[in-house]
DNA sequence: TTCTTATAGATGCGATTGCATTCATGTGTC
DNA sequence: GACACATGAATGCAATCGCATCTATAAGAA
């Protein structure tokens, strides 16, 4: 197909495969180990990181990448679950904040481990650190 | 974290935050032109290239990388939207067969240019040609 | 002000997914 | 044959997703 060289096809196929195959694995073990979702995780991490460890639902949802209604229903689930807390926000009155709490950040600590270990024996141990370190950057600059 | 280094998570977030971006544009830009999911387009091509444009359940299973019921439900679909056809299976009385019909063929064949465009200008037009081969051959051997 | 349009977020509903279980047939052992 | 166990496939049910829509507030124009 002259529109689109093999070469990207086949980039494209691997691409959705292995990130498919991978996920599936470490959701999987993760879930066996008795963790929540890997999404919570991700949620969690960036609310820990973000200044007073509160973002808005907006900003949430552009830097996971998720629909809007995903992030308004994956925060709900957080809150519900202690996790974060819903706080109004001062700025503007249509939005929130969404702040991580103690319990939330507890979690998310001693979860990272599980996550880690996952990562490395699905991925890491399986390139070399060379390939590695140039698939993240290939991939770095597709972001 | 000493069993996971850091060009390793990147690679994951990385690999995980691009696969989920491409595929969301590529789906929704195919879902705009009319066209079924990819999930359809991909079981149809496997089915298109197996001898006798026929494959057993399991088979597409394992080619999809889907879990089982999910390879299911999708053949019920193709089924039920003529696009494939159920066959007994003489050799194991458990087992089926999974024709691809005329018009499933003619589906695929159609859709295929959609496709490669949408592949073409999402990733390929991103990344040179021997980025784009990099790639492929790192994810290949994650396979 | 009032009207229009844009943005933040929630939600009803139908489709899809994941999990566990079920059913049916095949395989191996005795 | 009779049994236990493995494998192919379907399905009930609850959770989740995607889409479209809705509410409320903000921002700007007339």
Redesign the pocket.
Known sequence: MKTCPETTVRAWVNLVRVEQKLLADVE?EL?AAGCP?L?WYDALLELSRAPGGRM???DL?RAMLL????T??????LVKAGLAI?QV?PI?????FIEISGEGRRLQKRLWPFYAEAIQRHLGARLSREEIARLGSLLGKLV
């Not at 308004?72 to 689930?77: C, E, G, H, K, N």
């Open positions: 999987a879930k979702s999404a808005r639902p907006v949802e629909p809007q209604y995903s308004s229903r994956l925060v709900d689930r819903r926000c503007d009155g249509r939005g929130q």
